[in-house]
């Protein structure tokens, strides 16, 4: 019988945090609280009609990856050196909370994380001093809804899982207890 996430944290990793920690108040218990996902559009938006053709089309492979559609974002200022133009799209980013977090994480876990070639876990170097977790993936076929046969464009995505852990240790053992395939030898 397969527990969802929300259920797994609950029943598992509360009381598996609050006895390893010494937690008084369950409030006190780390949580994630969203999960964003950005893709930069990077030399895709030097191509001819991007704003017509190569967008529409980016959006759409990035709003079936995470289930709702991304918002664009523009440069705040120009950089020569990156022949980058203020006002200049750069990037697409949608932020998940609450349920749509928990099924996309459930989908990291279980579907995506598997499909990957040589896949041997996600280094703990990831997690930052904070307690957020950093994921790259170099191109966007590795998620089940995009079809590398009709898919035109390859874009990476970052992805940021963010919890309210004050520390670094106690952020590991959440994702940890959440299923998190992190590498064996560390």
Request: charge should be positive.
């Amino acid at each position: 019988m397969n527990k969802t996430l929300i259920e797994k944290y609950k029943k598992e990793a509360v009381p598996a945090l609050k006895e390893k920690f010494g937690y008084k108040n369950n409030l006190s218990i780390p949580f994630l609280e969203k999960i964003v996902v950005n893709a930069g559009v990077g030399r895709l938006s030097q191509t001819p009609n991007f704003e017509e053709k190569v967008l529409p089309e980016l959006m759409k492979e990035m709003s079936l990856i995470a289930g709702q559609r991304p918002a664009p974002r523009r440069a705040k200022k120009s950089i020569a050196g990156f022949k980058l133009r203020s006002g200049q799209l750069i990037g697409l980013k949608t932020t998940l909370r609450r349920r749509k977090m928990f099924d996309f994480l459930e989908k990291l876990i279980r579907v995506v994380f598997p499909r990957l070639r040589d896949f041997r876990g996600i280094d703990l170097k990831s997690v930052d001093q904070k307690g957020n977790l950093n994921i790259g993936f170099k191109e966007q076929a590795a998620f089940p809804e995009i079809n590398p046969e009709t898919s035109r464009f390859d874009f990476g995505l970052e992805i940021s899982i963010v919890s309210n852990a004050k520390k670094r240790k106690e952020a590991v053992e959440l994702y940890k207890l959440l299923g998190m395939p992190f590498k064996k030898n560390q």
